[in-house]
């Protein structure tokens, strides 16, 4: 017998700023006809646009809904870290209730899915992890989460991190394997990788590698993590996170590029700055996927940050010095098809078929959104409104 089928219609809506249309969705996808019970939504003529991929953020370091942290200053990672365990170890709440406000935060701007990096060390065992994997699961109706284990103090650096690194692995607290600067933070180059990618093969996971290493020490980094993707034949599961070196290559950079891209490794960028913004045209060109992420949000490192993936597409257009329709808009499509395949899910195209994953806005066209990012009148996942206002329903 065959169940019955779900059916809403969001009427008076703009698909990618079009002309209006009702939007049949049935369990789930958009659809050419309503079966079954119906179910109205009125849009009001506001404009749907695909929902957003956060491909890198850090929820398990936030401060989000805390009491004012004043920072410190700090010289490097090393002392950022200690200051990740300060926050840690003080906060008067977990680390799943403070993810999961950012996260359910996340999903009311308009974001369906995120790459979640979660701390592991030997002052945190597997705690931060398992916290950030209690608020994905409370949080699974609305929002797919890919949870990297990362090793943020370094692994030779921080004895006991390997066998941490496996147990997130065997457990199944994990979905990805990451690392960080192998050689200008770890300073084991060859030990980092082979234990990474070692572990990456054993248990058939993905790959998500920090590299804030730039010049010589991040070349030989990106050609070290190049190789190991060839000789495990792992294209399409292995992310390096900033690579902020590949911003500045100049000769050589379609080589590089090229290597990336015939690898099938992803890169994933903040847009923190005009000199350190990865060029995503020119990736694409070559074939490389470039997700777009948040990073920190209120954490020991910044007090900056949102998790509004809107905002951070805004970013990446302004970053890149972005002025033509066709940039604006490409930025937005960035973070959310890009995105969207970084974490291996479908596109929305608003086509039969696709995947009713859309939030609905106020405006114009795709371009003038990018630039006065109105609020989220709707967000809506898999054809059911989880956000209005602002807030999660």
Not at 248 to 271: C, K, N, P, Q, W
């Amino acid at each position: 017998m065959t169940g019955q089928r779900n059916t809403t219609i969001f009427r008076n809506v703009r698909p990618m700023g079009g002309e209006p249309i009702d939007l049949t969705v049935v369990d789930g996808v958009v659809a050419t006809e309503a079966r079954g019970p119906v179910e109205e939504v009125d849009c009001g003529g506001g404009v749907a646009l695909p929902t957003l991929v956060d491909a890198h953020i850090h929820p398990d370091k936030t401060t989000w809904g805390e009491p004012w942290y004043s920072r410190r200053a700090a010289r490097g990672i090393a002392e950022l870290g200690e200051q990740d365990a300060e926050v840690f170890r003080n906060m008067p709440t977990p680390v799943s209730v403070r993810s999961g406000r950012l996260m359910g935060h996340a999903v009311t701007r308009g974001t369906r899915a995120m790459r979640a990096h979660a701390d592991i060390a030997p002052a945190y065992g597997l705690e931060g992890l398992l916290g950030v994997g209690e608020a994905a699961a409370s949080l699974s109706h609305a929002l797919d989460v890919r949870i990297v284990a990362f090793p943020q103090h370094g692994v030779r650096r921080a004895p006991g991190t390997d066998a941490l690194m496996e147990e997130a692995l065997r457990t199944g607290a994990a979905d990805l394997i990451g690392g960080i600067d192998p050689e200008g933070f770890d300073e084991d180059l060859d030990g980092q990788l082979d234990l990474v990618f070692g572990l990456a093969d054993r248990y058939r996971v993905g790959v998500d590698i920090h590299l804030h290493d730039r010049g010589p020490v991040g070349s030989r980094s990106l050609w070290a993590i190049i190789e190991r993707t060839r000789a495990l034949d792992m294209g399409g599961s292995v992310t390096v996170s900033h690579a902020f070196g590949v911003a500045e290559v100049d000769e050589g950079f379609d080589a590089l590029a090229s290597a990336l891209g015939e690898a099938g490794i992803a890169l994933t960028t903040i847009a923190p700055d005009p000199a350190r913004v990865l060029p995503v045209a020119r990736l694409r060109e070559h074939g490389v996927r470039v997700g777009v992420g948040s990073d920190g949000v209120r954490d020991a490192w910044s007090p900056f940050g949102d998790a509004d993936m809107l905002h951070r597409a805004h970013r990446l257009a302004t970053t890149l010095r972005a002025r033509l329709d066709e940039q604006l808009s490409d930025a937005f499509l960035t973070a959310a098809n890009d995105g969207a395949a970084l974490v291996d899910l479908p596109e929305v195209d608003f086509t039969p078929g696709s995947p009713a994953d859309f939030l609905v806005v106020d405006g114009e066209c795709l371009p003038q959104i990018v630039v006065d990012l109105p609020p989220r009148r709707l967000v809506v996942r898999a054809g059911r409104v989880v956000a209005r206002d602002g807030v999660l329903v």
